[in-house]
């Protein structure tokens, strides 16, 4: 019976773990930065530079660098961005990546 508790225990703590990166998973936009952006994908902090998650990016998504046109794989580790986030059929995906590479 310890045992049986112990184990359900372990597992409500790995749920409550993981619904923070799956609270970021909602519509609307939020900004951080990227930690790692590739083909479809997009990992990103918060502004704190803390929490990590990652985002689907919709193919047809429009990504920014300082207002110019850019592709996703342009993101280098560390740039600020501002993601915008819609629900499309049973997933949320960015379908707009705004970044900028300093401060201007």
């Known amino acids: ?18 619904m923070p990166a799956l ?12 930690v790692k952006a590739e083909k479809g994908k997009l990992t ?6 803390k929490k990590e998650h990652t985002h689907d990016i919709g193919s047809d998504a429009k990504v ?14 560390g740039t600020t961005v501002k993601v915008t986030a819609e629900k499309k059929g049973d ?7 705004e ?3 300093s401060d201007k």
């Open 64 to 77: 920014t660098m300082d207002g110019k046109e850019a592709k996703l794989e342009d993101l280098k580790a």
């Open 99 to 101: 970044a900028k590479k």
């Open 1 to 18: 019976m310890v045992r049986r508790c112990f184990v359900l225990a372990a597992v409500a703590a790995m749920v409550a773990w993981g």
């Open 23 to 34: 609270a970021d998973e909602k519509e609307g936009t939020h900004e951080g930065k990227v």
């Open 91 to 97: 997933k949320v995906v960015v379908t707009k990546v």
């Open 44 to 49: 990103m902090t918060d502004k704190d530079g």
